[in-house]
């Protein structure tokens, strides 16, 4: 049997010469600190002012919690395991790992704790050596944790190009999956088991268990900045190395309100929470040599420099 096969130009469409417009990557144009790296390299691209020792300044300040308390769900009940053959497991609460935390003192207004500060758009690069240790994501009893500097944190920090290990300390199988400014899934079959994986460019990435325990989440900012801390518990936080001059505060904090849910096709049980768009404010700072310490008022909506 043959098969012929014949060409004719008189049905075939013409190939449109218009430029396909650029796909945009909405993990980068939604992360403010990949932006803010990106205006900082483009203002002062291949300048390497690098002040005097004598020349850098320290700034501090404390972050307080205004009006009502935070909206949002702050547990939600699930099973343990969304398989169907393991459907009777015990409902049980889960915390949101991205409520805020409030301090526990008396008196009005109250520190927040867990806010992500970093110094951008400043007069020079700055010189000042990384002030953070390793990061360690740890799944223990079903539960994502960061450790870093002797703390646990819902925001970790890393520097791009550098490695954050990830163990399944103790629970059944788990996936973490990063999204954002990187792309992995990492499988854990058994307890200890253990991986490494870099995180390439700046940016914010997002861990999530990918095995159906929708409460474990994080986040890890890969900051090409060293001027980068988290406020205590007290809601106080403070960065050494910092040239003088003009600069932008850049305040950040997860949001803890659900914007939606993905559903298992099967079991029809919640896999995946997605939040709303984190909470950023970028505060106008002036950076010298005696510096009062900085007071900012929080809410849902944002920050603000308090007078």
């Not at 500060?117 to 960061?146: C, F, M, Q, T, Y």
């Not at 999956?177 to 499988?187: K, L, V």
């Not at 460019?201 to 090409?224: E, T």
Request: glycine share 10%; aromatic share 8%.
């Amino acid at each position: 049997m043959w098969l012929i096969l014949a060409a004719t130009t008189g049905g075939c469409g013409k190939v449109d010469p218009t430029e396909a417009a650029p796909v945009v990557d909405l993990a980068e144009a939604n992360d403010p600190f990949y932006r803010a790296f990106l205006a900082d390299k483009e203002k002062r691209s291949g300048l390497g002012a690098k002040p005097a020792e004598s020349e850098n300044c320290a700034i501090e300040g404390q972050i307080l919690w205004q009006g009502s308390p935070p909206a949002g769900d702050k547990t939600w009940l699930a099973p343990l395991s969304p398989l169907i053959e393991r459907r009777n497991t015990p409902v049980e609460p889960r915390a949101n790992p991205f409520f805020p935390v409030i301090g526990s003192a008396s008196a009005q207004p109250q520190g927040l704790a867990g806010v992500v500060v970093a110094l951008v758009d400043g007069p020079v690069r700055p010189e000042s050596p990384w002030p953070h240790g390793p990061l360690k994501v740890i799944l223990r009893n079903h539960r994502l944790i960061l450790e870093q500097d002797q703390g646990q944190f819902a925001v970790g920090f890393i520097r791009p190009e550098d490695a954050i290990s990830i163990e399944l300390e103790s629970g059944d199988f788990d996936t973490i999956r990063g999204r954002g400014a990187a792309f992995f899934a990492c499988p854990f079959l058994k307890p200890k088991d253990t991986a490494s994986r870099p995180l390439r460019r700046p940016g914010i990435v997002r861990l999530a268990s990918g095995a159906g325990h929708f409460w474990m989440q994080g986040l890890v900012i890969a900051s090409p900045t060293p001027l980068i801390a988290r406020t205590g518990a007290d809601g106080k936080f403070r960065i050494t190395g910092v040239p003088p001059g003009q600069w932008s505060l850049l305040c950040f904090r997860p949001s803890q309100r659900e914007k939606g849910r993905e559903r298992d096709g099967e079991t029809l049980e919640t896999s995946l929470l997605d939040f709303e768009e984190p909470v950023v404010s970028s505060l106008a700072v002036q950076i010298g040599a005696a510096n009062a310490p900085l007071r900012i008022a929080a809410d849902d909506r944002g920050f603000t420099l308090a007078k």
